[in-house]
């Protein structure tokens, strides 16, 4: 494989890696949120941030056009406040596929908090823990597994993001052209041999952190049956 191959997975890997840094800290504070307060129209929150998991990429991605695109509303206050520009730029490949990807995130945080003996919390403030030396020393340590396994699903799924992505950053070599779009222009230009290098190094990759996220699964918290 030439070297523009290990510059588009290059890309890739940072495009995934701000994404997934992004979702860490929002993902982890909603599904905070979700699984320990109780206030009007929880479940629909939790349904409308679901929505990547089932609306086409393609949706998602004319949804974003519709927000961050030049004349979105969003975008267009970028540009004339600030002259950011999110269209075709590899920041726009990263908000694409952290929309994609947020659920996993979030539906793991929850899953972990909501897991958490509450019974260790009580202890914790009886003891005078502040809340959050209460979420950083007792919450985060018993939930950490199961938010790493929806953070490295999370690094997976926007690793492979196509539609989103194409529809916002489009596909220009070296500066928005990620690996799974590489391999759709391959297909279509009749370069098979570096479409076959282009899936199998995808392959690779995503089945080495499927492998590692399974490993992560949340661990039998002690005292719980």
């Known amino acids: 494989m030439d070297a523009s191959v290990w510059i588009t997975l290059g890309l890739t890997l940072k495009v995934a890696a701000w994404a997934t840094g992004i979702n860490l800290i929002l993902g982890t504070a909603i599904g905070w949120l979700l699984a320990n307060r109780r206030f009007p129209g929880r479940e629909l929150l939790d349904a409308i941030l679901t929505l990547p ?17 030049r004349n979105g509303w969003l975008g267009r206050w970028l540009d004339d406040t600030f002259g950011i520009t999110l269209i075709f730029t590899w920041q726009g490949a990263v908000i ?56 490295l699903l999370a690094f997976a799924r926007a690793l492979g993001e196509f539609g989103a992505t194409l529809m916002v950053a489009g596909s220009i070599p070296g500066e ?44 039998r918290i002690p005292g719980r049956s």
């Open 96 to 151: 694409a596929a952290a929309v994609v990807a947020f659920p996993f995130v979030c539906k793991s945080a929850r899953a972990a908090f909501e897991n958490v003996d509450a019974e260790y919390e009580q202890a914790a403030r009886v003891l005078g823990l502040s809340a959050p030396a209460v979420f950083f020393r007792i919450t985060l340590p018993l939930a950490w597994r199961g938010i790493l396994a929806g953070v």
């Open 176 to 219: 928005t052209q990620t690996l799974s779009i590489a391999v759709y222009e391959a297909v279509q230009a009749g370069q098979d041999e570096l479409a076959n290098g282009l899936v199998l190094l995808t392959s690779v990759v995503c089945v080495a952190i499927l492998l590692l996220a399974g490993r992560m699964a949340p661990a």
């Open 53 to 69: 998991f089932v609306l086409p990429p393609t949706v998602l991605g004319y949804y974003l056009l519709v927000v961050i695109g």
